[in-house]
């Protein structure tokens, strides 16, 4: 039972660098999320994709990109690493069709240090 | 505009002692509230969810949680807190347009 996978779990990054985060869920979800975790911030989400072929941004988007690959894969693109953007990023699906599937499966983050 | 806050950023409880968290929330509509359990180095993990009828909500582990719309709350509590309760705890409302939005987090210590 694997749920959501996402890799790699660590990574150093020199600022001006880029990186691809992976994300992969088996569990047949149409939704996916990128959130970002910093201390005292809580989760904040950075992109969203409802279903596959569409994307859409959360509250802090700048400087990522994504791509919704297929209904099992959902990449978070860093084009050039900033030192603001070092945090643990999680990824997460959502059925969302009904009542009782809403709320998230996570994967177990990537914490990247960008220096 | 949809927020949740946890006015509380740090909780120690003794072990066997009960435990209440706090979340406040604010949302346009009927809300659907979680509260998600992260252990050190985890991804977050589903406690328990309210969608809708009885107030009072049963999770895993042990952990109720009840909803009061007039005081806008959804608190989590527990009767006796075991030492592998420690960790950060998340509340989370939506959704909006399958967004959901989070707390930014109670971490509980756990006395021996």
């Known amino acids: 039972n694997a749920g959501v996978t996402q890799t790699p779990k660590f990574q150093v990054l020199k600022t001006g660098q880029s990186m691809t985060l992976q994300c992969a869920q088996d569990?047949?979800?149409?939704?996916m999320y990128w959130y970002r975790q910093d201390p005292g911030m809580g989760l904040r989400l950075i992109y969203y994709?409802?279903?596959?072929?569409?994307?859409d941004k959360g509250e802090v988007p700048n400087g990522y990109n994504v791509s919704r690959l297929n209904k099992r894969e959902f990449s978070l693109r860093l084009e050039s690493a900033a030192p603001s953007q070092t945090s643990v990023y999680f990824c997460?699906?959502?059925?969302?069709?009904?009542?009782?599937?809403?709320?998230?499966?996570f994967g177990s983050g990537t914490r990247l240090t960008v220096v | 505009a949809q927020s949740v806050t946890q006015p509380d950023i740090h909780i120690t409880v003794s072990e066997g002692a009960s435990l209440e968290l706090r979340c406040n929330y604010s949302?346009?509509?009927?809300?659907?509230l979680f509260w998600y359990v992260q252990s050190p180095g985890q991804g977050l993990q589903l406690l328990l969810k309210?969608?809708?009828?009885?107030?009072l909500v049963q999770g895993i582990k042990g952990f109720e949680a009840e909803f009061k719309r007039s005081q806008s709350s959804f608190n989590l509590r527990k009767p006796s807190v075991h030492w592998s309760d420690a960790a950060e705890y998340f509340c989370?409302?939506?959704?909006?347009?399958?967004?959901?939005?989070f707390g930014s987090g109670t971490k509980l210590n756990v006395k021996p």
């Open positions: 997460a699906s959502s059925d969302g069709t009904g009542l009782a599937n809403y709320g998230y499966t």
């Open positions: 569990m047949n979800h149409n939704s």
């Open positions: 994709s409802a279903s596959e072929g569409t994307t």
């Open positions: 949302y346009g509509a009927t809300p659907y």
């Open positions: 309210y969608f809708s009828g009885d107030t």
């Open positions: 989370a409302v939506g959704p909006q347009w399958d967004k959901f939005y």
